[in-house]
């Protein structure tokens, strides 16, 4: 064989090894993307779900502890049910082990504590106060985390 040839078995011998491994690289990182991709749109829903709930918790208690807003028996009972199952959703999407989630637990708990007798005062309307800034600070910590993930899935 002439020097000519090995030189370009050689060449086609180290093109498939890099080809090999450029390939397995592709994988391996497409494989990655889509993991990152699907992490960050279920934390863009959950973002998007905690909001709506925690909002409409806020709307539904407001409105069941306002003392101008006259409701019948059964429109309050209807009302108290949702509230309660927004209660419940909240406390679904948060983590029981974390110090910020545990927090907005129990100012949801306490608000639905200091509303179960429609007594307008200033402390229910203080708490709704105080879980509505609590949750923008935390949804705002979330959306830099999927901002973080995202821009490091990226580099």
């Known amino acids: 064989m002439a020097s000519k040839d090995l030189i370009a078995i050689a060449g086609i011998g180290v093109t498939l090894v ?88 129990s100012l949801v708990d306490h608000i639905r504590d200091l509303s179960e007798h429609r007594k307008d005062s200033h402390e229910p309307r203080n708490g709704l106060a105080e879980l509505r800034d609590a949750t923008g600070i935390y949804l705002k910590k979330e959306w830099n985390r999927v901002k973080k993930e995202s821009g490091e899935q990226g580099s």
């Open 18 to 105: 890099v080809s090999c491994a450029n390939l397995l690289y592709s994988i391996w990182n497409n494989k990655r993307t889509i993991f990152v991709n699907t992490v960050t749109t279920s934390r863009l829903k959950w973002i998007d779900s905690l909001r709506e709930e925690v909002s409409e918790f806020i709307a539904t208690t407001a409105l069941i502890i306002d003392p101008t807003f006259t409701l019948e028996a059964k429109i309050l009972g209807e009302m108290l049910l949702k509230r309660d199952m927004l209660l419940h959703q909240i406390v679904l999407h948060l983590n029981p082990g974390d110090p910020e989630d545990k927090r907005m637990r």
